[in-house]
């Protein structure tokens, strides 16, 4: 089992900046993937940005040049800093852990936390 728990949400006010923290632990042998999606309230979920094993790093549009993920191997942990944050940056952010298709379950989710920029 793998258990993936975020933290860091809040509320800020546009142009403020939050860091978020996403630690993975369990069965975590082989990470392929971690990342980072949101859902804002009737929307779908979406991808904001992924760091590989090997620290390839993808950003959505609206991520780049705001936003920074990075990863502390030793901790299993991933982060995501948001700066510039704009109010339909207001959304459930999750973080992904993505396993090779080699194992029975390859995507675990955390349960997202909650970020609220106010305009």
């Known amino acids: 089992q793998v258990q993936v728990v975020e933290s860091g949400g809040g509320l800020v006010q546009a142009g403020g900046s939050l860091r978020l923290s996403c630690a993975a632990s369990?069965?975590?042998?082989?990470?392929?993937?971690m990342g980072w999606y949101r859902q804002a309230p009737e929307k779908q979920r979406e991808l904001v940005a992924t760091?590989?094993?090997?620290?390839?790093?993808y950003y959505s549009i609206s991520a780049k040049g705001r936003f920074t993920i990075s990863k502390d191997n030793a901790k299993n942990t991933v982060y995501l800093q948001m700066n510039s944050l704009r109010a339909e940056d207001t959304a459930v952010y999750y973080c992904?852990?993505?396993?090779?298709?080699?194992?029975?379950?390859?995507?675990?989710w955390g349960q997202g936390t909650q970020v609220t920029v106010s305009s």
């Open positions: 369990g069965n975590i042998f082989a990470i392929n993937v």
């Open positions: 760091i590989t094993n090997t620290g390839y790093i």
């Open positions: 992904n852990v993505h396993f090779p298709a080699e194992r029975t379950i390859t995507d675990y």
